[in-house]
């Protein structure tokens, strides 16, 4: 089902950056849930990695897996709409495939970390930046140390570049404590609602003649 009204044809591209093991995921795990049965459907970015996949990660579902060299060649055709290095891997946005999703009418999210965000803010101005952190410094060390998939340098890294990205927190359009997952997800879909009313996002002349044709 398709949205219908005023200005109302294209999706929201959105970005959602935080430390690992924030929750990011599960958060908007939980907003797409929400909005399943909704005429505003959200879809998750799917990012093109070099990293190998893990156990149960497949290919066009999770990330697109190419070799250093694939992505080195998207990057200097144009093909990615972000891509930055993170802890010896290269991430990108293939811009073709979350373009059409926006057509289409859904809002893509990218969880992408503060480097992407960044270039994302510079080519698609309108794009709504949302970062996310956790109740308490103490709570994200637990939360990492609680997945038990990394070895305690891996989460220590992960700590150090936490420490690094706040620096880049107020060039941000929002930020969401997730000290709960549901209160989280509804904060993400407020921004959202929020967002898409904003008079620079909508077509005043249409909107005028829609309400006069009603």
């Known amino acids: 089902m398709r949205a219908s009204g005023p200005g109302e044809g294209s999706g929201l591209l959105v970005v959602v950056s935080g ?71 290269r991430y990108g946005t293939p811009r073709l495939w979350v373009d059409r999703q926006l057509a289409e009418g859904y809002d893509v999210v990218l969880e992408i970390e503060v480097k992407g ?18 109740p308490s410094w103490q709570a994200l060390r637990r939360r990492l140390a609680g997945r038990r998939s990394e070895p305690k340098e891996v989460q220590e890294e992960r700590l150090k570049v936490a420490r690094e990205e706040r620096v880049f927190l107020d060039r941000y359009d929002y930020v ?28 005043i002349k249409r909107l005028i003649e829609w309400e006069k044709n009603g």
């Open 19 to 89: 430390p690992s093991g924030v929750g990011k995921g599960t958060v908007v795990d939980a907003a797409m849930a929400r909005r399943t049965q909704s005429a505003r459907r959200i879809r998750r970015s799917i990012s093109v990695t070099t990293r190998r996949p893990r156990s149960g990660e497949e290919e066009g579902v999770h990330y697109f897996f190419r070799t250093a060299g694939q992505f080195a060649s998207m990057a200097r055709r144009g093909e990615l709409l972000e891509h930055a290095e993170y802890l010896g891997h």
């Open 176 to 203: 969401i404590v997730n000290d709960r997952v549901s209160r989280a997800a509804s904060t993400l879909l407020a921004i959202l609602t929020a967002e898409r009313a904003r008079v620079s996002r909508r077509d």
């Open 117 to 134: 965000a960044m270039q994302v803010r510079k080519r698609r101005p309108d794009a709504v930046l949302i970062y996310m952190v956790p």
